[in-house]
């Protein structure tokens, strides 16, 4: 069973910047994809950016172009995501999801995609 835990999150004021983590432990595959996703106050949970194996494909929704990037260190087994130019519709909790996968190459933006979830940890951005 993979265990996921997210930190960074936390109250910042619009146009700050916020670094999530997402650290991975217990019986972890050999290749997996990472991503990202929130899920704001009385709507559903969004696909926000997600990462390859490799690291050398990641795929962002429109929301994060630009401001979001997330990153791995699979030494580390931990996911990233660096979230710059916070607008208040950030605000959200963000959750980090963990894939199998067999190409090293692949990542996904769906949620069923996934296999593993965090609780997720609370961005907030003041206005």
């Known amino acids: 069973q993979v265990q996921l835990v997210e930190s960074g999150g936390g109250l910042v004021q619009a146009g700050g910047s916020l670094r999530l983590s997402c650290a991975a432990s217990?019986?972890?595959?050999?290749?997996?994809?990472r991503g990202w996703f929130r899920q704001a106050p009385g709507m559903q949970r969004e696909f926000v950016a997600a990462?390859?194996?490799?690291?050398?494909?990641?795929y962002y929704a429109d929301s994060g172009k630009g401001r979001f990037t997330i990153s791995r260190d699979n030494a580390k087994n931990t996911v990233y995501l660096q979230m710059n130019s916070l607008k208040p519709e950030d605000t959200a909790v963000y959750y980090c999801?963990?894939?199998?996968?067999?190409?090293?190459?692949?990542?996904?933006?769906?949620?069923?995609?996934?296999?593993?979830w965090g609780q997720g940890t609370q961005v907030t951005v003041s206005s």
């Open positions: 999801a963990y894939k199998v996968v067999v190409y090293s190459s692949s990542y996904f933006t769906r949620e069923y995609e996934y296999n593993y």
């Open positions: 217990g019986c972890t595959a050999s290749t997996y994809a």
């Open positions: 990462i390859s194996w490799s690291g050398g494909s990641t």
